[in-house]
């Protein structure tokens, strides 16, 4: 049985008992406790931001040269490939997930340290084109102090996405996890002092988003805020942000579509359907919870997708041969189920699913059926809402024209997925769709160097890739003379003593 962490937090490199409210972590299969702790308190904060700053001066992180930096990522990802183990089972004990997800989690927050540490030792600075008697450069510093907001669906992968590239960066980083999956962050400090990054670096807050996820926006030691959260949250976040003028990156919500046309090879369509909405029990930014079928084959299709969602397997987390767990918290199912009653007193269909399952295990756990909505049209309630949830609402459409403006028609703009055997058409429609990443034949694939973010309500900005790194960096511009002689407009009597 892996040990929890103890509960004590990461505060200006020393493990220090938090001073704010208490937190719960649950076993969301069982709701047995895990751990309680308390949270950082604003005095918590601000010591940890003091450490920050007085360790981001100190030229032992912000002055070494890139693969130097880049040696210590290394050596973070290599910690977390050996306690992948440890991450893996203390994740599924904080969010329910699946021993299989969590593990795979761990995997990509090692290979995101990897990918950041190989593109930082090959991010050169620019040589501009001369236009004068002067070099013009182009080069990078770090921000300063980086506060980074992360939700509890895919805490270790999330964690990783945003501290590597800003650590890179020579930013000091201040992670704050959210209250119902605080643990994994905690291993993650560990691993990271244990890397030896100078202390004082990183710190880890965990506690209520509008006491200390406020300080860290507000406080006007933090140069930039990267977050992963609701859209409601990010656009308060960023109103506060405006006011200090400081730069933030918002992953936020999602209700992506994906579209099947009749030419599509439909098992490849309902294999990437499935798991594009039901994997991680539906909890995923990017889950393709708005499905449109081609007139044509709507009704075989449907009928075929609701019996693979029948035989999907739910169960205890760690058993490997489980689909779908359960939810991250009771409060949570109890809104999806809360929102799926809503689109039924709508007039929604209920084809499968439509409430928790009973008996066993089940009465304990937060889970919820996979559960497929039809009979709505995408005006409908459940078709602009996040759900969050194993939740898909399926749709019947026309044409290309008619699948694209129903596609679009919707606040978010973070994903969408395409299944068909023409190219040419696939290549349109993902070119016509707003959104931040289009899949084609596949979905919810992930990849470290590939840049990932949303249009209109999903978010601002853009992570991972090259550019992620940049990101987290301030520009400058250099200007260096080289005629060696005054400037002509100063004209005054040169040569005296
Ligand atoms: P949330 O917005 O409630 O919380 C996210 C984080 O923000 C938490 O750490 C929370 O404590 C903190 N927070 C809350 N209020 C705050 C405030 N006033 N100031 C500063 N911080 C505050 O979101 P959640 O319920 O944890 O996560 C689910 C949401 O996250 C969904 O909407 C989902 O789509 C989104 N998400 C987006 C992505 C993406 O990459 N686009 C990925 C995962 C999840």
């Excluded at 440890?86 to 989690?105: C, F, P, S, V």
């Excluded at 019947?396 to 068909?420: C, H, K, M, S």
Aim: net charge neutral; hydrophobic share 45%.
């Amino acid at each position: 049985m892996t040990e929890m962490p103890d509960g004590r937090l990461f505060i200006g490199g020393e493990w220090e008992w938090g001073s704010g409210a208490e937190i719960t972590s649950i076993y969301p299969a069982d709701g047995s406790v895990n751990l309680v702790l308390k949270g950082a308190s604003r005095a918590d904060g601000e010591r940890a931001i003091a450490s920050a700053i007085t360790a981001q001066a100190d030229p032992a992180w912000r002055g070494l040269k890139s693969h130097e930096r880049a040696r210590i990522l290394h050596r973070i990802a290599g910690g977390i490939e050996a306690n992948a183990a440890r991450i893996a089972h203390i994740q599924t004990r904080d969010t329910g997930k699946t021993l299989r997800e969590t593990g795979a989690l761990a995997a990509s927050a090692a290979g995101t340290f990897r990918y950041v540490a190989a593109a930082l030792e090959t991010l050169d600075d620019a040589l501009t084109s001369q236009r004068g008697d002067y070099l013009t450069m182009s080069v990078h510093d770090p921000i300063g102090l980086v506060a980074a907001i992360t939700p509890w669906n895919s805490p270790i992968a999330s964690d990783a996405q945003k501290v590597a590239p800003a650590l890179a960066a020579g930013n000091a980083v201040l992670l704050k996890p959210a209250s119902w999956s605080p643990l994994v962050a905690l291993e993650l400090a560990r691993i990271i002092e244990e890397a030896g990054l100078p202390k004082g670096l990183f710190s880890v807050l965990p506690g209520a988003g509008r006491e200390i996820g406020n300080l860290l926006v507000e406080h006007p030691a933090i140069g930039k805020v990267s977050f992963t959260g609701g859209t409601e949250t990010g656009r308060m976040l960023a109103r506060q942000a405006a006011e200090k003028l400081m730069p933030v990156s918002l992953e936020l919500g999602g209700k992506s579509p994906t579209i099947v046309f009749e030419d599509a090879d439909t098992d490849l369509a309902i294999a990437g359907i499935l798991y594009g909405v039901f994997s991680s029990t539906g909890q995923s930014c990017i889950a393709g919870a708005r499905l449109f079928v081609q007139q044509s084959i709507y009704d075989s299709f449907v009928a075929r997708l609701v019996t693979a969602t029948r035989a999907l397997r739910l169960g205890d987390p760690f058993d490997p041969e489980t689909q779908v767990a359960p939810m991250v918290h009771p409060d949570h199912r109890a809104s999806v189920a809360a929102m799926v009653d809503r689109a039924v007193a709508e007039g929604a269909r209920v084809l499968c699913g439509g409430a928790a399952p009973t008996g066993g295990l089940f009465d304990k756990g937060a889970y919820y059926l996979p559960t497929i909505l039809a009979g709505v049209t995408n005006a409908a309630s459940i078709c602009r809402d996040e759900v969050f949830g194993p939740v898909l609402a399926v749709l019947p459409f026309r044409d290309e024209a008619d699948v694209i403006a129903q596609g679009n028609d919707n606040a978010y703009g973070l994903a969408a997925g395409i299944w068909t055997r023409n190219f040419p058409k696939a290549w349109r429609v993902a070119r016509a769709l707003q959104t931040g990443t289009v899949w084609i034949n596949t979905y919810k694939q992930f990849s470290a160097s590939t840049p990932f973010g949303g249009e209109k309500d999903a978010g601002l900005g853009r992570e991972k890739g090259r550019e992620g790194i940049r990101a987290y960096m301030a520009q400058k511009s250099l200007y260096v003379d080289l005629t060696g002689k005054p400037h002509p407009w100063a004209r005054w009597p040169q040569g005296g003593a």
